[in-house]
């Protein structure tokens, strides 16, 4: 019982600072003032005509749709995007030998799962609103997409190559002694022509008014499909959530640690 109390514990502390994650992300959304890319071009134009080109740093939240003259091509499905994310695994059997508590062993085929390949890649794009737009530089930002691939192709275990779209892989023969079933696509993605909710921060240092990444590590990038009330709604349930959730789990843990002694 001791041992489960401690488990318990070191959830509390994985649940408290969830929390604390949520409780940071609901402050930033409530405090970031809203804008629109007018406003922010007519802030940063004010900027610089007081202290100079390169000092304009506003934490803002704005609404718009993604647009972008040359987008990426998803690797496996070859959808224009801003952003996408690709992962293959491959679904195999594997017999293993287990012992009981007795001492007899008995083999059992399990199926599992290996990541073979990932990858991800974002380009930057403008964001346009009915009175403007602005560039958007998305690296680092905490981004929010759709899934547009989860397919499974049954396939062989040895040698030959495997491809989907402009993936490809060489099968070669280093999976040891199990049995393939074959590979599973997935894939999902920041999409063209969206409507995007963006929580960021507005500088000009590049010599380019941009929406990137805070200097500010307590302050939130965010790059969301979801509307701000959407987002606002969320975040409060997910703390409440997760409060709840770190008190049983320390009170539960508690309880079983002194029971065990």
């Not at 590049?206 to 975040?235: D, M, R, W």
Request: hydrophobic share 40%; with cysteine; charged share 20%.
């Amino acid at each position: 019982m001791a041992f489960v109390g401690l488990v318990l514990l070191i959830v509390a502390v994985v649940l408290f600072f969830n929390y604390q994650g949520q409780k940071n992300k609901l402050t930033n959304l409530l405090s970031a003032e809203a804008v629109t890319i007018e406003n922010i071009k007519a802030t940063a134009a004010a900027i610089s005509d007081s202290i100079g080109v390169g000092s304009c740093r506003e934490y803002v939240k704005v609404k718009g749709v993604i647009q972008c003259e040359t987008p990426l091509l998803s690797e496996l499905k070859q959808e224009p995007c801003v952003h996408y994310e690709m992962n293959v695994t491959r679904e195999y059997e594997e017999t293993v030998t287990r012992t009981d508590s007795e001492g007899e062993t008995r083999r059992e085929t399990e199926r599992r799962s290996e990541t073979i390949s990932s990858n991800q890649r974002s380009i930057h794009f403008q964001l346009q609103d009915n009175t403007g737009i602005i560039e958007v530089n998305p690296e680092e930002a905490n981004m929010e997409t759709i899934s547009i691939l989860n397919e499974f192709r049954p396939g062989s275990s040895r040698g030959g190559l495997i491809s989907f779209g402009n993936f490809s892989f060489a099968l070669g023969s280093s999976f040891g002694d199990t049995n393939t079933l074959g590979y599973r696509y997935q894939e999902s993605i920041l999409p063209v022509g969206r409507q995007v909710f963006i929580l960021a921060t507005a500088s000009d240092e590049s010599g380019t008014l941009t929406l990137e990444k805070p200097l500010n590590h307590n302050q939130t990038f965010l790059i969301s499909l979801k509307n701000e009330e959407n987002l606002v709604q969320s975040a409060k349930s997910a703390q409440v959530y997760l409060l709840w959730g770190t008190v049983a789990s320390v009170i539960i843990g508690a309880v079983l640690i002194l029971f065990g002694l």
